[in-house]
Nanobody, 120 residues
Framework: QVQLVESGGGLVQPGGSLRLSCTAS????????MDWYRQAPGRQRELAAT???????NYADSVKDRFTISRPYNNNTVYLQMNSLKPEDTAVYYC??????????????WGQGTQVTVSA
C-alpha cells in the first residue's frame, strides 16, 4: 500500500499564490508519475499537471504559465506552485501517483484532497 499526504491548501485572494505539497510513502519500488488533479463543485475531476519519471511535464491549458509542478531530486515529494490564482481555480486538489510496488507492476493511488479557495 502507498499513502499520499497533501498539504498547502487554503484561502487566498485573486492574484495570490499557494504551494501544494504531496509526499508518498509505503511500498514503493519506483514512482512512475506524480500528478495533481482538481475538482470544482459540480464539475468533473480534471488533470491540472503531471510529471513523469523521466521528467516530462504537462499542464492543462487553464493553468499553463501560472502553475509549476516539480519533484526535486526525483524523491517522493511533488509540489505544485500556483501563481496568479483566479477564482476559477477554486477546487479540491488531489495528488495522484502511479507506482511500481515491484518491477513493472503498476498501481495508482490518490491523496485525500486539499481545498484551495480563491476569493476576495
Amino acid at each position: 500500500q502507498v499513502q499520499l499526504v497533501e498539504s498547502g491548501g487554503g484561502l487566498v485572494q485573486p492574484g495570490g499564490s499557494l504551494r501544494l505539497s504531496c509526499t508518498a510513502s509505503g511500498s514503493i519500488f519506483r514512482i512512475v508519475a506524480m500528478d495533481w488533479y482538481r475538482q470544482a463543485p459540480g464539475r468533473q475531476r480534471e488533470l491540472a499537471a503531471t510529471i513523469s519519471i523521466g521528467g516530462s511535464i504537462n499542464y492543462a491549458d487553464s493553468v499553463k504559465d501560472r502553475f509549476t509542478i516539480s519533484r526535486p531530486y526525483n524523491n517522493n515529494t511533488v509540489y505544485l506552485q500556483m501563481n496568479s490564482l483566479k477564482p476559477e481555480d477554486t477546487a479540491v486538489y488531489y495528488c495522484h501517483t502511479v507506482v511500481w510496488s515491484r518491477p513493472k507492476v503498476p498501481s495508482d493511488y490518490w491523496g485525500q484532497g486539499t481545498q484551495v479557495t480563491v476569493s476576495a
